[in-house]
């Protein structure tokens, strides 16, 4: 996507932008950077941007690459390598929590061939990034053993870590949980991290998000819950 100059505390930046020049907005926060060229990439609330009718700049002006670019939409992959069978799990995680950093909470809900398993956990005082982490390594977590070779369709509506995890992103900050995650990817040959939209009605990503919004507001864990899939 382009990117447009804005002025943002008296300073003149680029806002990343839809192909119209409207900023794009995700999770309530747009995407700046302070000058041309420059990598690292800061988050304003929108409103506290001024569109001075600047000039618009393509991604691989700013900096970015066709390799980049690539690697980024390969790791915001949607529709998985294999189609799902009756034999596959499916997973969806979220994380969520009040004030970033604040009272946070993931959610995780598994669909396995013969029954479903929810997961709502409160992981104390974090970052939204980390609870979305948080939320992908317990799911992994619960795979056993015998499940090592099954195909497994992970989805989560979090790009960033979809980033940081298969997309070649560097991190700066929770190292100690991006590894943790990838030592468990290593175990698990047929894993597939996905992207989903947030909030669109999908019922797994809800149910993720609802177990993950559950915990975050009442500061507590619930019991892990499966039950057996009806014939």
Known sequence: MPWKKYEFKGEEVYVRVLPAGKPIVHRGRVELRYRLGASKSYKAAPENVTDINGEVVTDEAMGGSSAAAATSKAALKEQPSTPPDEHTIIIYTDGAC?????????????QRPESTLELSEYIGSGTNNIAELTAILRALEKITEAEQETNIHLYTDSGWSLGVLIGGWKAKANLEIIGAIKEQMTRLPKLELLKI?????????????????????????????ERAKKR
Do not use: C, M, W
């Open 98 to 110: 009040s004030g970033n950093p604040g009272p946070a909470g993931i959610g995780v809900f598994i």
């Open 197 to 225: 939209k947030g909030h669109a009605g999908h019922p797994g990503n809800e149910e993720a998000d609802r177990l993950a919004t559950q915990a975050a507001r009442r500061e507590s864990s619930a019991e892990p819950r």
